[in-house]
């Protein structure tokens, strides 16, 4: 069997987002599964619509991810032609002409505003999807003074079939597919043409890509079927939909589209690649944490679905919680620090103890690095707020017991964690207080924060003398 070579062949249009990543990821996994290669393309012939930065901003995401292609622009190998479409014109032109040759093609002089008119006739007849009306095969017309297209000549009434992994037998009317571009007078090929000699030229064996690609494979197939070429194995990937299931874009409501937003909030490339794994794909049990090299080994085709797949922000959070619990302390702490806003909790001034061990207090319960922020307070200026304000009001006759914890706390040897738990259990007994009636009104005074991590630890580390400014602050 030949070696599996599969794709990621992005128009840098734009940057790496949840849609173009579930493509790379598949076309990855599929090909690691089977030992093969993973190939980054890049199909830049759009030349208008190119962004720029793009590209290398898609490479760095995707290496970030783990999506790391076996060749690339950057890696090429000499073999297999170039990686960037934009060096290929040369190529493209030649294959054009080798079909304008077999008469398979044919130079086609109309003016754009030649082609619009014969649009609005045809319309104008009724006819809801015009095509280009063959004047210049008919007229055969040869004037190589005057600019033109090089149209490919589809076949008659031919039915073309894939066997789309996804979706079984796909049939396609060549009638309902007019004689369409494949090089254009700026001597540029198109999508549907580069596509092809690309994918023989790299030898991909299978073709992954999303389902709004399904109306190019046709013509595609046309295209092999002119060289005499085998087709690759096609695979067109379901939708992924947002809560109003329409398509995921950067203006679906709750989810962030671009990889660099999740990588600035503080997002895992495990936990983003874990997650998009499961957009449109699912393991054949229950499990919802995988590690990449799990993925790969458990990856199935089959196993593609059929429906869309919904992008789910509260799922994408959890598989990151997951993968924040699983880091080791030491990795967690300065992947961690470096999302504390350090001009609201200077750190500067704190020792590495300290701030390792405040830090390692959230690691079982954030969901992404910037959720620190809305922690940290309680360790530098919190002050008290209404709400907080209003829970204290459930409880009556503090003063007495408030005034005994400061003079315990004033008077405490050894201020450490044990010892502060030693000291609550004893105001709690002196005034027959426990559970809540005890903790919330002595976490709210020493902390000034109703909520917050294991409350003799966070005394601790609030330290003696912030601690008791705390409780006074209550006189
Ligand atoms: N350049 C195309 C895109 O960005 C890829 C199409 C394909 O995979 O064939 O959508």
Avoid at 37 to 61: C, K, M, P, W, Y
């Amino acid at each position: 069997m030949n070696k599996f070579r599969l794709r990621y062949a992005p128009s840098p249009t734009g940057f790496l987002h949840i849609g173009n990543t579930r493509t790379a990821l598949m076309n990855y996994l599929f090909a690691k599964h089977y030992d093969g290669d993973f190939i980054l393309r890049i199909e830049d012939t759009d030349i208008e619509r190119n962004v720029n930065g793009a590209i290398e901003s898609q490479f760095d995401n995707m290496e970030w991810l783990g999506i790391t292609p076996d060749e690339s622009f950057r890696n090429p190998k000499s073999n297999y032609g170039k990686y960037m479409q934009s060096e290929k014109f040369d190529v493209y032109k030649e294959y054009a002409n080798k079909l304008i040759e077999k008469n398979m093609a044919y130079k086609c002089y109309c003016t754009a505003e030649e082609l619009e008119k014969d649009r609005e006739l045809q319309l104008a007849k009724g006819i809801l999807a015009p095509q280009y009306n063959r004047k210049c095969l008919l007229n055969k017309i040869e004037d190589n003074s005057k600019p033109f297209n090089i149209r490919f000549k589809v076949p008659e009434n031919k039915i073309y079939k894939i066997n789309d992994v996804v979706r079984g037998n796909v049939e396609f009317n060549s009638k309902e597919i007019g004689d369409f571009v494949i090089l254009k007078s700026n001597g540029i090929a198109t999508y549907n043409f580069a596509v092809v000699i690309d994918d023989y030229d790299m030898q991909i064996t299978h073709v992954v890509r999303g389902e709004e690609h399904i109306s190019n494979t046709p013509r595609q197939c046309m295209i092999y079927e002119a060289f005499g070429w085998k087709e690759p194995t096609f695979c067109h990937l379901t939708l992924i939909v947002d809560e109003t299931k329409k398509k995921l874009s950067k203006r679906s409501g709750n989810a962030m589209f671009f990889i660099s937003q999740y990588r600035d909030q503080g997002y895992l490339p495990q936990a983003i690649f874990n997650y998009i794994s499961l957009l449109g794909w699912s393991p054949n049990n229950e499990q919802e944490i995988f590690s990449k090299e799990e993925l790969i080994k458990i990856f199935d085709e089959k196993r593609f679905s059929k429906s869309p797949s919904t992008f789910d922000m509260v799922k994408m959070k959890w598989i990151n919680s997951q993968w924040i619990k699983k880091m080791s302390e030491e990795d967690y702490v300065k992947f961690i620090i470096s999302f504390v806003d350090q001009t609201k909790f200077n750190l500067k001034e704190k020792n590495e103890l300290w701030i390792n061990s405040v830090l390692l207090l959230f690691k079982k319960e954030l969901e992404y690095g910037l959720q620190i922020n809305e922690h940290l307070d309680i360790f530098f200026d919190k002050q008290l707020d209404i709400k907080t304000k209003e829970t204290l009001k459930e409880f009556a006759n503090l003063k007495e017991m408030m005034s005994f914890l400061a003079k315990e706390i004033e008077n405490i040897k050894d201020f450490t964690e044990e010892n502060i738990k030693i000291l609550i259990k004893e105001t709690g007994n002196r005034f027959e207080k426990k559970g809540r009636e005890l903790f919330m009104p002595v976490r709210i005074y020493t902390t000034l924060s109703e909520h917050g991590p294991e409350l003799a630890k966070t005394i601790n580390l609030i330290g003696k003398e912030k601690v008791l400014t705390n409780i006074n602050s209550f006189k």
